[in-house]
């Protein structure tokens, strides 16, 4: 995987657990809310003060009461980070960012100037969640997650969300998974995939094994050759760490 692939699977990664504080919403909705990730590639001399660039950014957003979150990659590319950010409606994007709202037109500036100084370069995509996959269940908010961008059959979508909703989330429920999110990147993105996202409880669960395994036991391979039959190629997993001390996420969503 080169560069560019890295970094793109890392704005995926986001995706996935950034739909994880976001309110319920539906693509199904007239008027859906999007998620917005934005893909920092940062100089390795830079970081610290890139950091502090986004600390402000964060103090903005929590004065608005909206949700700004930093993902920094544990697996791949070390220094790059990627926040998330909603967008109820792409015409709001016509007029000042909400970072800009609060931190004036001058201080804005000053803050993006710096964090230009210290990347070496920018991506940015959207994506719209399928809610009706998601588990939201309450509790902490988990360090290390767990994403798997999945290439889908261009005809099997709708199939293999059915299977998702009505086979896999309810036996992931059953086994206490409590944050499962899956969401699919419309621009910017690559065509023909979905993301799903899934909070570890730490990275020694890794230990235990392929949670399919642990869940379906025997019934595991069919399960598999199922997701087969409506993929088209093997899936790329990725672990990403949330930065709490970087972020402003408001209350999870209420369980259900």
């Not at 004065?63 to 697996?75: I, R, Y």
């Not at 791949?76 to 990627?82: D, K, P, S, W």
């Not at 235990?208 to 050759?225: C, H, Q, S, W, Y």
Request: hydrophobic fraction near 40%.
């Amino acid at each position: 995987m080169n560069r560019q692939q890295l970094r793109f699977a890392s704005a995926i990664v986001a995706a996935a657990v950034l739909v994880l504080a976001l309110p319920r919403i539906s693509s199904g909705q007239n008027n859906p809310t999007w998620v917005r990730f934005t893909v920092y590639d940062v100089k390795p001399d830079a970081t610290q003060e890139f950091e502090g660039y986004l600390k402000q950014i964060a103090a903005a957003y929590k004065t608005a009461g909206e949700l700004f979150a930093v993902l920094q990659n544990f697996s791949g590319l070390q220094t790059e980070y990627t926040t998330v950010t909603m967008v109820m409606k792409f015409a709001d994007l016509e007029g000042p960012l909400t970072a800009q709202k609060q931190l004036g037109d001058e201080g804005f500036r000053k803050v993006f100037s710096g964090i230009t100084h210290c990347v070496t370069s920018v991506t940015r995509y959207y994506s719209l969640p399928w809610d009706d996959l998601s588990i939201i269940k309450p509790g902490p908010l988990g360090t290390f997650w767990l994403r798997t961008r999945t290439p889908v059959q261009p005809d099997k979508f709708d199939a293999l969300r059915t299977y998702l909703k009505t086979e896999i989330k309810p036996a992931y429920e059953k086994a206490g998974v409590m944050q499962l999110r899956v969401s699919r990147p419309v621009f910017g993105g690559p065509v023909g995939v979905i993301e799903t996202v899934r909070m570890l409880k730490g990275l020694g669960e890794i230990d235990e094994g392929p949670l399919n395994t642990r869940i379906f036991g025997k019934d595991a391979p069919a399960v598999a050759a199922k997701m087969a039959s409506m993929t088209r190629g093997p899936a790329q997993t990725t672990i990403l760490r949330v930065r709490p001390e970087l972020s402003f996420i408001p209350d999870m969503a209420p369980a259900r």
